[in-house]
């Protein structure tokens, strides 16, 4: 049994009622309106890698809720913006409620590729879902990223076992960073997660989880790093009303995938599109947007660690279901 199975079948985790996202949302780019008519009308130039005759009408990227749904417009538009002038054709980003359902796109090939989370990657490697990381995002400490464990400012917690008893918000069952790690903690410490906290919640977003913890529904949260900096980056009161009590060791950060089933050319014209993206201004601009440095091919071994831990909390949660 798998990470997503146990805790559907009533692993310890309570799934509560913070409705901070909606259900199932396709999510267009400014050129959906412009599906089925002819290619965009691109400028021309050697930063084109496909011809304007694409025949990729529309090209679909799937967008993990690691942000809730306006955040994710907000945060990966430009990406879909960038990728429809380089392949010469219209975008429409992608978006499902759990991470699980995103892995379920790419598995029946619904989408060309997807911008998933690390504990969803290694999630949809043991479920055998055919898909590669072609791309990584390179940050300022490289291609990682952290789980924070945060509470609110006038907390008086200062360390995950200060938490005990209390309230406590994960984002997505497949979360490395908003889930595993936080179990992972506590199970290294020879404690049961089952019996920790006095309730959780999903939010399924991290920005979700951050607001929880804000407005007091939770007491502390586990959230990914660069949406911890996103969300401060855009509103720097923020880093007033939070404290960051844990910081994990790095973690391999969200490849771009693609189904293994897609056509050798468009993996291609993919790929270059993603890895050359610091080489134009348009691409710059694009990376800059998201504090992403450039993007690099998956080095060796990178998610050694994160695949470590999700199998340890794996096997506590199939002893608990």
């Known amino acids: 049994m798998n990470i997503r199975s146990a805790v559907s079948k ?41 011809k304007a005759d694409s025949p990729v009408h529309p090209l679909r990227i799937a967008i993990a809720p ?133 309730g959780t919640t999903f939010t399924y977003s991290h920005d979700g989880s951050i607001k929880a913890v804000v407005d007091g529904i939770a007491d502390g949260a586990a959230v990914d790093s660069l949406v911890y900096d996103y969300e401060v980056r855009h509103n720097p009161a923020l880093a007033r009303s939070l404290r960051i009590v844990h910081r994990s060791p790095p973690f391999g950060s969200s490849p771009v995938v693609v189904p293994r089933a897609l056509e050798p050319p468009l993996r291609a014209h993919l790929q270059k599109a993603f890895l050359n993206m610091a080489d134009s201004k348009l691409g710059r601009d694009t990376l800059d947007s998201l504090a992403i440095r450039r993007f690099e091919a998956p080095p060796p071994g990178l998610y050694d660690s994160a695949e470590n831990i999700i199998r340890k909390v794996d096997r506590y949660l199939q002893g608990h279901r």
């Not at 396709?26 to 965009?40: K, M, N, Q, T, Y």
């Not at 759990?98 to 990657?121: D, F, K, M, P, S």
Request: aromatic letters at 12%; hydrophobic letters at 40%.
């Open 10 to 50: 009533g692993a310890w985790v309570l799934v509560g009622g913070i409705a901070l996202t909606a259900g199932f949302l396709a999510v267009e780019s400014w050129w959906s309106a412009r599906e089925g008519s002819r290619p965009f009308d691109i400028r021309t130039g050697s930063d084109n890698v496909l």
């Open 66 to 198: 690691v942000l809730s749904v306006n955040r994710t417009i907000e945060g990966y538009q430009s990406i879909a913006d960038y990728l429809s002038y380089r392949l010469a054709g219209p975008v429409r980003l992608v978006q499902r409620k759990t991470y699980g359902e995103v892995n379920e796109l790419l598995r029946h090939g619904t989408v060309q590729a997807a911008i998933i989370c690390t504990g969803a990657y290694i999630q949809a490697q043991a479920d055998r879902v055919p898909l590669d990381a072609i791309a990584v995002p390179i940050y300022t400490d490289g291609p990682v990223y952290y789980s924070f464990i945060i509470v609110r400012a006038e907390d008086a917690a200062r360390t995950m076992t200060d938490l005990k008893g209390r309230s406590f918000a994960f984002s997505d069952p497949l979360s490395l960073s908003g889930h595993y790690y936080a179990l992972s903690m506590l199970l290294d410490r020879g404690v049961n997660p089952g019996e920790y906290f006095s």
